[in-house]
C-alpha cells in the first residue's frame, strides 16, 4: 500500500513538473508557441534590420519546430508511464528512466532556446541590446506580479 501510494505521488509530481515546465517557455497545448508574433514584437521594439529579423526567425523555427518533436516524445513516454502505472506491479526502474529522460529532453530544449537569446543578443547593436534589456526587466517584473495573484 505504501508503495503504492508513493508511487502515485511520484506521478503527480512528475505531471506537475512537466506541465509548469512546458507553460514556463510559452508553450501552450492547443494554441502552439507562437515565434511569429515574438519576432514581429522585437522587430517593432527594437527596430531590427532585415538580416536580423530573418536570423532569428530561422532559428526561432528550428526551436519551435524541436520543441513540437520533444512535447510528442515526452507526452508518448508519459503515455508509457501511465499505464506502467496502472499496472498491479509497476516497474520503477522504467518510470524514473522515463522521468529522466523526459527531463533531460526539457533541459536539452531549454539549452536551444537560451542559446538563441545569446545568438540573438550578440547581433544587436548596443541601442538594441539596451532596449532588450529594458524589455526583458519589465518581462520580469510583470511575470512577478503575475506570481503574487
Same mark, same amino acid.
Given at each position: 500500500?505504501? +508503495? ?6 511520484s ?5 506537475a513538473?512537466l ?18 508574433? =515574438?519576432?514581429?514584437r522585437?522587430s517593432k ?8 529579423k530573418?536570423?532569428f526567425a ?13 512535447? *510528442?516524445k515526452?507526452?508518448?513516454?508519459m503515455? +508509457? ?6 499496472k498491479?506491479n509497476? *516497474? ?5 528512466e ?9 533541459a536539452q530544449?531549454? =539549452?536551444?532556446?537560451?542559446q538563441?537569446?545569446?545568438q ?8 538594441? +541590446?539596451k +532596449?532588450f534589456?529594458?524589455? =526583458?526587466k519589465?518581462?520580469?517584473s510583470? *511575470?512577478? *506580479?503575475?506570481?503574487?495573484?
Open positions: 500500500m505504501l +508503495k503504492r501510494t508513493m508511487t502515485a505521488v506521478v503527480v509530481l512528475i505531471l513538473t506541465s509548469s515546465s512546458s507553460f514556463a517557455f510559452g508553450w501552450r497545448e492547443k494554441k502552439g508557441f507562437d515565434s511569429g508574433k =515574438m519576432i514581429e522585437f521594439d527594437l527596430d531590427l534590420t532585415q538580416n536580423q530573418d536570423e530561422s532559428n526561432s523555427e528550428e526551436i519551435e519546430k524541436a520543441s513540437k518533436d520533444i512535447h *510528442d515526452n507526452r508518448q513516454l503515455e +508509457k508511464v501511465r499505464a506502467e502505472i496502472a498491479d509497476p *516497474d520503477e526502474k522504467f518510470i524514473g522515463a522521468v529522466q529522460t523526459i527531463n533531460q529532453n526539457n530544449l531549454q =539549452m536551444k532556446r537560451l538563441n537569446i545569446i540573438f543578443r550578440k547581433s544587436l547593436t548596443p541601442e538594441q +541590446k +532596449k534589456e529594458d524589455a =526583458m519589465k518581462r520580469k510583470r *511575470d512577478l *506580479d503575475s506570481d503574487k495573484k
